[in-house]
């Protein structure tokens, strides 16, 4: 982190740009939205335009000259220049499949790279009252119901009966990867989440494993790697076994899988 920011202060700040944008995509949650779809077939909605409209300049303010790489922008064509190596990363609605289905699990993702590193990270997921946040070197934490219930996370080693994986809704487990990460483990549950929700659960314990083999883009996983490697767990390239970077050409990702304790040979 930058010389001169207060680290916890900033996090504090982004929380509330979250909860923020979460009470606009709530106001569109419990309407009778439209839905579009991108060149990439991806659903948008109102709500994802308005969370960002409200996150991009919050940031820009909390941070003056710091780029924005914004899911919607970047799929209107306005990507800025990361090239000084220190940017965010929002997706203002994560999981826009799962908010159209209305289930609750979609979130907003924030996270603040530097060099290559997601160093911040938040997700809030404003239908179930879930808040997930991660300062590099500082630690993570978890709310489950507002401030009062906030708790320190800590990603658990996998428990003796076996461990648990994190699978997506929409894009499928790649279970053949899963031995390969956790080997000698048997595998005791398989929980289907949306959005980065997953990240969530690896960082407070709830699961042990969530391996992606499909494309996914830097907005979706940033929050989640900051927040997971705050807690203790990593995020890593299933070719190369290293952890994911930010800023790569068209903010594309490898196929990844995320664990909630760092392996020793990591």
Not at 19 to 24: D, F, N, S, T, V
Not at 75 to 88: E, K, L, Y
């Amino acid at each position: 982190m930058a010389e001169g920011v207060d680290r916890a202060r900033l996090l504090a700040e982004v929380e509330r740009i979250a909860y923020e944008a979460g009470a606009l995509i709530l106001e569109v949650y419990g309407s009778a939205f439209a839905v579009e779809h991108k060149d990439d077939r991806s659903p948008v909605t109102l709500a994802d335009r308005r969370a960002e409209d409200h996150i991009v300049p919050a940031l820009q303010a909390l941070l003056p000259g710091v780029p924005v790489v914004a899911e919607e922008a970047v799929s209107d064509g306005h990507a800025p220049d990361v090239s000084g190596g220190r940017f965010w990363l929002v997706d203002p609605l994560d999981g826009t499949r799962e908010f159209v289905r209305r289930n609750g699990e979609f979130t907003v993702n924030i996270a603040l790279v530097e060099a290559g590193e997601p160093v911040l990270g938040v997700i809030w997921a404003p239908a179930l009252s879930r808040l997930f946040s991660g300062l590099i070197g500082q630690g993570a934490w978890g709310e489950d119901a507002g401030p009062a219930s906030r708790r320190a996370l800590d990603g658990r080693a996998v428990p003796a009966k076996g461990a648990t994986v994190a699978s997506s809704r929409s894009h499928g487990l790649g279970a053949s990867e899963v031995q390969r990460w956790l080997p000698g483990h048997l595998i005791v549950e398989t929980r289907p989440v949306g959005s980065s929700l997953k990240f969530g659960l690896l960082a407070a314990g709830e699961a042990d494993i969530y391996p992606r083999p499909g494309r996914t883009m830097e907005w979706d996983t940033a929050a989640g790697q900051a927040l997971l490697t705050a807690a203790g767990g990593c995020v890593l390239d299933l070719a190369s076994g290293l952890p994911l970077g930010c800023g790569k050409r068209g903010f594309e990702n490898p196929g990844f899988v995320a664990l909630g304790r760092r392996p020793l040979a990591a």
